[in-house]
């Protein structure tokens, strides 16, 4: 009988092309010929990619209405590119969002029902003198400033009235009014032809706010016309755009190419949507009503205290007006109340209806889901097919990928993230990205979508070498043809293919389940990169030194839990009560992550929620309650919430405090509840309560990340030391339970060897691994097969390199290739392809160095070095014994090694090393090292960053262009083959 691991050597071996890394694709509008799009998708293709997720972004120096989304062009160069994909056994992916204009309409301006819209608000002070005469306008056209992100707004013409309201102040002080609430007077009823004529009761300060909606008027570009962002929150939205995706982007061509790809999709990228006037408030004509059906109460008395400012995301939201103590929780709950309903009304008028009529047409339906926006993070999980998140708003943080990994794993859903999108473009070794991924696999995101892809052809007069940048030249990078280690990307996306295979086998086996709720996530915690003083910190700094790689967790910040190899992550707990949760055995989702233990920790919890948990509790779930927790509100200031108190009230007003407490009081009574005041006790009160780690350290680790699969039999378990930058060589020790033959998977070339280091203990196997910093490993224990013991590989140097012969391959811009298309429309597109020059530089060194201590190489160079040298060994590998060739450092180039004219085999970034037991002879023999750099100095050298705005300063509301600095390239060692066995 065969092993239960045999049916995965096949696809280890050749990882299928579903597994693969997918790209976004920047097309310059619908310039490209069709030439172009055709050898982009080869190039695609023959690199190893699967798939490619395609938008439209600013060529600037075109004719828009020829070429944008929504032309003739755009219409036809989306075909191609679903042709051409789908041919080849590729996803696509349709890309919308707020800044794409495939998910704005030019069938809607911004008065009509279905456009975005707010609520705004103009406020008089008024004295005993009270106020006569007509209410006052919003100033539609004022200029406020423009807005970080693209896209420019037209003002709408329409603003109805909503309310008018009168509130007394207690105390002013320029924007820090707090307003006596409870004596708010409602207006509305008494406005005749728009006007008001009133005298306040009192003799106190009052302030009468005259409240109106209107478009938002946010567009998106480019577009052959200019299209309008729709309502997220209001159905009229959504039907706006199915219209129009089936009446007129849907034609039958496309149809039918759809037909034929089984991974076509739709991506709803990031929700940036804007809001323009003072109000702050995203509003719809039905917002009033649906917030008073589900929350029991109007919305209107409290719109005062719910008006806001925010820039770019919800996270950064402050409130204008504030009110006194006694009235504070209050405030707190009505602010809570009108954020879940934006979420129920985005699930239930967008994502829902959108996903079906998706689904009607085959394409699945991958989104970002809430993003940024004053949207619960976790509750939209359960309507969308796959989950993104990005490794821009999260700087790759092991705890902000835990956020939405609770949703993706409760619900099966396909978790996948958008990487590569930094403040840094052509500047960061390969090794940066290849942490960010191997951070990301360890939180469970078994997708790696890269930010991005761009043709190296683009317009005349605004593409030059390296080629057309498509997301704007000074921001994310590039994984296509104009990289020097392109050259290597075959085997980069067959490693890569292959941990994602594994591990979505089976089913996620997660250890604890946190339960929060936030409706401001700040997921602009990856994008702090400057000092209180102004001062910029490298993305490359910030990310392998300081966050989670200073032992600064963000929203579990006690770090207990992930020392000692347990597996947790986030959801709200509303979710637990969606009929395809279950609980059983002990086990929250018994098929999916299988909870252990719940954690409740923040100060606010739905009573529904709460009286589930006491019914799990009484059939055996075991939750904790922690007193005391603190997790993070905004990183840009430091601020943090601090939860005096777990589950103290509900989080919204609805007046179940009462019944809260006494649900509360029963379920500490339950002899699988536990309390704690401090989050460090968390671990040993859960192991108080007989909870153990599937995958657990048998004594605390403060460098290794880990995850766990289970299918069967089979536990598919991934480590990671991800302390990459300022961790030394670790050896960890983890318990699985069960028996049997523990097989350790080589990435790089998909072989598959009995790992040695495994001993058992009672009904658990214990294997140990030393890991280097960055290092990853791969293993699988097959309890189908009979328990095996080994002892820990020794290891020794037999032999290493030198007398190195070394060429570096030195490119820089060659000739300009000009491609016309005439498809006989009444006009010629013309594309200009820069070409790369490469030059072989041969170095008369014998010794290894840094490209820029090289003589004949040196500070001004880019591309891919060349090392040949001789290895002689006197013996070859014993029985059981693997010979492995280590390369020490190649300052973080993407690369491969051949042996005596064997085929490239690749190499971790990190750790570089190649098992040479099959290739290697006895006596002489011939290794040769191809490693590649990204193109930052030669870019330097050309003056490309001279001018170049530095995001990461933008975003932080100052200016100044990129400070670039020369990087050391290429291979240093030491070079030498080890005997391990």
Do not use: C
Not at 25 to 47: K, P, S, V
Not at 151 to 178: F, H, K, N, W
Not at 387 to 402: H, K, M, N, P, V
Not at 483 to 488: C, D, G, R, T, V
Request: zero cysteines; proline letters at 5%; a negative charge.
């Amino acid at each position: 009988m065969s092993a239960a691991f045999d049916a995965h050597r096949e696809p280890l071996a050749h990882p299928p092309i579903e597994y693969r890394p997918e790209q976004r694709w920047w097309l310059a509008e619908g310039l490209h010929t069709d030439e172009t799009i055709r050898r982009e998708i080869d190039a695609a293709h023959r690199l190893g990619f699967g798939g490619m997720e395609f938008l439209a972004m600013d060529e600037q120096a075109i004719d828009h209405s020829r070429y944008g989304w929504g032309a003739e062009e755009w219409v036809h160069d989306s075909a191609i590119v679903v042709e051409e994909t789908t041919a080849r056994g590729m996803s696509f992916s349709f890309t919308s969002g707020t800044n794409w204009s495939n998910a704005n309409l030019p069938t809607i301006d911004p008065d009509h029902p279905a456009a975005a819209q707010e609520l705004n608000y103009v406020v008089e002070e008024v004295g005993a003198g009270g106020r006569s005469g007509a209410l006052p306008l919003i100033d539609l056209h004022e200029q406020r400033g423009g807005h970080i992100l693209p896209g420019e707004r037209v003002a709408p013409t329409l603003q109805p009235l909503v309310a008018v309201l009168a509130v007394p102040t207690i105390a002013s002080a320029g924007d820090g009014t707090t307003l006596a609430i409870d004596r708010l007077v409602d207006l509305t009823a008494q406005v005749v032809d728009d006007a008001l004529d009133w005298t306040p009761p009192t003799d106190d300060d009052w302030r009468l706010f005259t409240f109106r909606a209107h478009g938002t008027g946010q567009t998106a570009s480019p577009s052959a016309t200019v299209n309008y962002t729709v309502n997220y929150l209001e159905r009229a939205g959504v039907d706006a755009v199915i219209d129009y995706w089936r009446d007129v982007v849907l034609t039958p061509e496309l149809r039918e190419q759809i037909a034929r790809n089984p991974r076509a999709q739709m991506y709803m990228d990031s929700l940036e949507l804007n809001v323009w006037g003072r109000g702050g408030m995203f509003w719809g004509p039905n917002v009033a009503a649906e917030f008073a059906a589900r929350r029991g109460y109007e919305i209107t008395p409290w719109l005062p205290v719910l008006v806001r400012q925010s820039e770019l995301m919800a996270s950064s939201t402050t409130y204008t007006y504030e009110v006194d103590d006694t009235h504070r929780i209050e405030v707190e709950k009505v602010r809570h109340d009108y954020v879940e309903t934006l979420t129920d009304l985005y699930i239930e008028h967008m994502l829902r209806p959108f996903a079906e009529f998706l689904h009607d047409n085959g394409i699945l339906l991958r989104s970002e889901i809430s993003y940024g926006l004053p949207f619960e993070l976790t509750r939209p999980g359960p309507e969308v097919d796959g989950i993104e998140t990005e490794s821009l708003e999260f700087g790759s943080q092991i705890d902000a990928y835990r956020l939405l990994a609770g949703p993706a794993h409760l619900f099966g859903k396909q978790y996948s993230s958008e990487t590569g999108a930094t403040t840094r473009n052509h500047m960061l070794d390969h090794r940066f990205y290849d942490q960010i991924i191997a951070t990301q696999l360890a939180a469970g995101v078994t997708k790696t979508v890269l930010h991005g892809w761009a043709s190296v052809a683009g317009a005349e007069g605004a593409t030059e070498w390296p080629g057309h940048e498509g997301m704007w030249s000074m921001f994310s990078e590039r994984f296509d043809l104009r990289q020097p280690a392109s050259e290597f990307y075959p085997l980069w996306n067959d490693a890569v293919g292959r941990v994602q295979y594994l591990l979505r086998q089976g089913h996620p086996r997660i250890d604890v389940g946190i339960l929060r709720t936030d409706h401001f996530v700040d997921n602009t915690s990856g994008m702090i990169f400057t000092t209180p003083d102004g001062g910029r910190i490298a993305d490359e700094v910030a990310y392998g030194r300081m966050w989670m790689r200073d032992r600064q967790n963000h929203w579990w910040r006690d770090l207990g839990m992930q020392d000692a190899g347990w597996s947790y992550e986030f959801l709200d707990g509303s979710l637990l009560e969606h009929e395809d949760v279950s609980f059983a055995d002990g086990l929250v989702q018994p098929d999916g992550p299988g909870y252990q233990a719940l954690i409740v920790y923040q100060q606010t919890l739905d009573a529904d929620v709460a009286a589930l948990l006491l019914d799990w509790a009484r059939q055996g779930l075991r939750v904790l309650i922690v007193n005391g927790a603190s997790d993070l509100k905004l990183l840009a200031t430091g601020e943090y919430t601090h939860h005096e108190r777990a589950a103290a009230r509900t989080p919204g007003r609805d007046g179940r405090d009462a019944e809260l407490a006494a649900t509360l009081a029963e379920l500490r009574a339950q002899p699988t509840v536990a309390e704690i005041d401090d989050p460090a006790e968390t671990v040993d009160a859960l192991r108080g309560l007989g909870v153990a780690g599937r995958a657990e350290f048998t004594a605390e680790n403060r460098n290794v990340l880990g995850y766990l699969r289970e299918e069967g039999d089979l536990l598919h378990v991934y480590a990671y030391h991800f302390l990459y930058e300022t961790g030394e060589d670790t050896t960890v020790e983890i318990a699985l339970p069960g028996t049997g033959r523990m097989h350790r998977i080589d990435v790089w070339t998909g072989e598959v060897r009995e790992h040695r280091g495994i001993r058992v203990e009672g009904d658990r196997t214990i294997a140990t691994l030393r890991l280097a910093p960055g290092e990853i490993a791969l293993l699988t224990l097959d309890r189908s097969e009979p328990a095996t013991e080994s002892t820990v590989a020794g290891r020794h140097v037999l032999a290493g390199a030198s007398g190195w012969s070394i060429a570096v391959e030195s490119w820089d811009a060659g000739e300009t290739t000009v491609i016309e298309e005439d498809r006989g429309l009444g006009y010629v597109t013309r594309e200009v392809r820069p070409e790369t020059a490469v030059t072989r530089l041969a170095s008369p060194a014998t010794a290894l160095a840094p490209w820029t201590d090289l003589p004949g190489v040196g500070p001004e160079v880019s591309g891919v070095g060349e090392y040949r040298a001789t290895i002689t060994l006197d013996r070859l590998p014993a029985d059981g014994e693997r010979f492995v060739l280590e390369l020490g450092s190649t300052n973080g180039g993407l690369g491969s090694v051949s042996v005596n004219g064997g085929a490239p085999v690749g190499f971790d970034t990190s750790h570089p090393t190649v098992d040479v037991t099959d290739a290697v002879i006895g006596g002489a023999n011939e290794v040769v090292v191809r490693t590649a750099s990204s193109l930052n100095n030669r870019l330097i050298a050309r003056g490309y960053y001279d001018e170049l705005p530095d995001i990461a300063l933008l975003i932080d509301g100052r200016e100044g262009t990129h400070q670039v600095s020369v990087r050391p390239y290429g291979l240093v060692g030491p070079v030498r083959i080890v005997a391990v066995g």
